[in-house]
């Protein structure tokens, strides 16, 4: 298994600019959720989703939008970047027998730069 | 809101040292703690876990502790080793609600 797998690495937009991260999970995993991790601070949740068709709002959700399609596949929008967009994005999945709040599978992340 | 925080943002150890990054919860209904290890560059890796209904856990040379008194948690790394160096987190949850992580503790270990 791949896990959890995220494109970009690394990305570079202007402000007002829109742009789409990747996330996907070859595990099955019904719950996947997004995090952005700034400077000297913990992972703050965005968006998360409990299964296809389902998403919700986390701590952080202004800004950016998020879809289920499919089990595998949850992808993170950014409608139009502003510099305090500027993060490193993780995503995370974990199995429905552990809930929301069980161990959570991260990926390697994205680190995103807004000037 | 309620929140996890951290006691110590750094902490240095010098190889082969015993290691205790502690954690201070807020929420008297969490139910579920959790540590990640995060090293430079990559995502945040699970350690350990434990529940409330528990005071202590061991797993290979790491221990979480759990003191619902005073609400707090604590990860204890024995015979530190470089490979060790990283960022910890606390996370909590309380019944099946999305994780809440603390700021971090950075552990430096020192050859």
């Known amino acids: 298994n791949a896990g959890v797998t995220q494109t970009p690495k690394f990305q570079v937009l202007k402000t007002g600019q829109s742009m789409t991260l990747q996330c996907a999970q070859d595990m099955n995993h019904e719950y996947m959720s997004w995090y952005r991790q700034d400077p000297g601070m913990g992972l703050r949740l965005i968006h998360y989703s409990v299964g296809a068709g389902i998403t919700d709002q986390g701590e952080v959700p202004n800004g950016y939008n998020v879809s289920r399609s499919t089990t595998e596949d949850f992808p993170l929008r950014l409608l139009s970047a502003a510099p305090s967009q500027t993060s490193v994005y993780f995503c995370?999945?974990?199995?429905?027998?552990?809930?929301?709040?069980?161990?959570?599978?991260f990926g390697p992340g994205t680190r995103l730069l807004v000037l | 809101g309620e929140s996890v925080g951290l006691h110590l943002p750094t902490l240095s150890v010098q190889e082969g040292d015993n290691s205790i990054i502690n954690c201070a919860y807020s929420?008297?209904?969490?139910?579920?703690f959790i540590w990640y290890k995060q090293e430079s560059g990559k995502g945040p890796q699970f350690i350990i876990d434990?529940?409330?209904?528990?005071d202590k856990r061991q797993g290979q040379r790491v221990t979480v502790l759990l003191n619902k008194t005073v609400k707090h948690l604590s990860l204890q790394i024995a015979a530190t080793q470089p490979g060790d160096s990283a960022v910890y987190f606390c996370?909590?949850?309380?019944?099946?609600?999305?994780?809440?992580f603390g700021k971090g503790t950075r552990l430096s270990v020192i050859a």
């Open positions: 434990i529940r409330s209904n528990m």
């Open positions: 995370a999945s974990s199995p429905r027998t552990g809930g929301l709040g069980e161990t959570q599978y």
């Open positions: 929420n008297s209904a969490s139910d579920y």
């Open positions: 996370a909590e949850t309380a019944g099946n609600t999305p994780l809440v």
